[in-house]
């Protein structure tokens, strides 16, 4: 036990510096923090916090849960998803030996009324201040940069002048399986807990899965075996629900807690939990630390290392600094500074941390508990790699190019090191393999990426094997080639079960209907992949893809233009979505921002698409998804019509299309629009009407509610959401406008006129760039381009790769 005289503390709320304040709390003046400052937010504020095989979220009320390696098949601790109580964690107990008086650590769950409350959500890390009864607690969460392990770092603080004798209570439920373990009775005669007072630990073990799937629920896990620990040792300990909460017990009154002790309950018999109870004795202002670990091994041996590792105090500070060198590594790599500190924070931090944290290492968030990888998904979130550690991003293409048949298709979505994997009709997902490979070696210029050889999943229709393997240049053609098996006879691409719009699954089920934004994004990668292929020496093919890509262009703006945007989609009997004609549903953004962004449209078109967008789509909390919400369940357009109106992608702003809008506009050269588009749905500007949004105003939210909803203006699907790297590259790419080509970074920034100008910091294939931008009138259009004090011709950095820092000036306007 960690002990230091102290004199009174101050709290650590800043006086000032504060950014971008509301009632529920604010930035730190680096961006680097979020600081709550009441535990009653309108939804749970949470971290997510993963080092991409262990992971765990804390929301700001201390519920929260863990896992490793997948979230759902390999849940830790058990959890609930309940917005409204938030009242499934793991959880602290302060008792007062003396009086008996008793509360925890954090709000939740005996939720008592503090004299001081913060919570600090880093990167990679939680710290939950709070003050009562004398004792100032101070919890640090995070997760070890490479061990399957968080730590709780607790400090306790006597403000007082009497000596104190304060019990602690650690508490969390067992799952150590599926997390859809609802039939506890069940799956609890599978579990066993057992005390190791030498480690001052209780371990916990779910027995192998040997359940068929048809006996109760069935349900397929990767069962685990975790540890709990406490330095200093426990004086006693709980493995039995019963024993600890007492009969009938709730979580706010437990009745260890309320006894002051545990019961040293454990064994296969009993509801497995886990809690430690650890005494800490503190002279008048002194200051104690203890470290709770928790964590999972495959061996009773390799949990002890761990246990072991953790058992100097000063661990846990050290182990801590690795977390946050990690995260400076990200957000220090390519900064930019702008005159925007909201954009600044997100792109800087906070979209990083979501992109990588979130959606790439843990898989996992607060509204959505996946486990699994979506093909299109990590695909496009691995963009956040391309100007931090583009290797990451390599090793995720690879990764996902193996879950692909020999035919062309992909899984829609897998859970890795099991054979789960879902095949569908879902036409969109197989090009997303392309799409990010096209944009990877814009950022590289890696095109020995495409002779790596990768394994193809095992095709059911070719029992002999005859293809198992195969560059990843193979693997790209292959689904453009079976893409262009699906076609209609007017020559535009068949819809399937869906396209990007998962919620149009019953549009094309017969495989008549077709996709009007399917087409634009196939026309893009055909005219970008094209050349690539001359290159190696494929000209006919490329050719023929050449070929393919006009008269698709044709079609599109034949059959797709409704004369003032151009249409969603057509259903299976031929109807329109997406149309003028159309009563509910009548314009869809993505088809009209795509026809740009591809340069399906001509100018003319590309004008008239794009303010049809502005007048029926964007709107004050960003542009809607499609308009008008439809209002009553549809068999043939899908479960989008069973969502309300205006609510997810049925007509509310569906934040990873938002971000498509900013680069159209941009790439239409309307700086202005393109960067107010941006701000409407800015999670920091938003979070200023913090009862009006709900949303966490430090990473993007899947979702806002739409004008048809009471609710308008309300986010929502928080953190696991594909905006957080479109948000982050959109902004670096086309509003400031620094962007890879294969022959070095193009400048070609758009930003608002008033802008003076901004600086990036950006590395780009081991070089790093120190760019600055000077305005001087339009806020586009370079006039000079210098690079270390050397005027370039055109418009492009050299791609001078010598791993040296370089400065750049530009003149705009």
Known sequence: MNRTKKTKQKTTKAVSGKKFVSKYGYFTPDGREYVITRPDTPRPWVNVISNGDYGMIETQTGSGFSWRDNSNLSRITRWDQDLIRDNWGKYIYLRDRDTGKFWSGTWKPCMPKYDFFEVRHGQGYTVTTTKLNGIRFEKTVFVDVEDPVEVWKVVLTNETSRKRRISLFSYFDWCLGNAADTHREFHKTFIETWIDKTNGCIHGIKRAPLVPGFISTGMTEKPLQGFHAATPKPVAYDGDKEAFLGRYGEQNAPAAVVEGKCRNSEGKWGDAAASLQVNVDLGPKETSTVVFTLGSEKSREAAVRLIKKYKDPGAADHELNKVKALWDSFVHATEVVTPDESLNFMTNTWLKYQAISSRLWAKCAYYQSSGGYGFRDQLQDCQIFFATRPELAKKQILMHAEQQFPDGTVYHWWHHGTNIGAITNCSDDLLWLDFITLNYLDETADEAILDTRVNFLPDPKDPEKKVTSGPLYDHLLRAIDKVLTRFSPRGLPLIGECDWNDGLSHVGIKWKGESIWLGHFLYGILTRI??????????????????????????????????????????????????????????????????????????????????????????????????????KTDPTIGYITRYAPSVRENGGLYTHAGTWAVQAEAMMRNGDKAYDVYKSFNPILRGLEPDLYYSEPYVTPGNVDGPDSPNNGRGGWTWYTGSGAWYAVVVMNWLLGIRPTPQGLLVDPVIPGRWPGFRMKRLFRGTTYMIEVKNEGSGQGVKELRVDGKKIPGTTIPDLRDGAVHCVEVRIG
């Open 530 to 631: 094209a050349p690539i292929m001359k290159k190696r020496g494929d000209r006919t093919k490329a050719k023929e893809y050449l070929r393919r890509a006009e008269s698709l262009k044709e079609a599109l703006n034949m059959f797709g233009w409704d004369g003032e945007w151009y249409l969603g989609a057509t259903r299976d009997d031929g109807r329109p979505l997406g149309s003028r004609l159309c009563e509910t549903g009548k314009i869809f953004l993505n088809c009209q921002t795509w026809a740009v962004i591809t340069g399906v449209a001509d100018k003319e078109r590309a004008n008239t698409a794009m303010r049809s967008a502005a007048k029926w789509l964007y709107k004050k909390y960003g542009p809607l998804l499609l308009t008008p919400g439809y209002n």
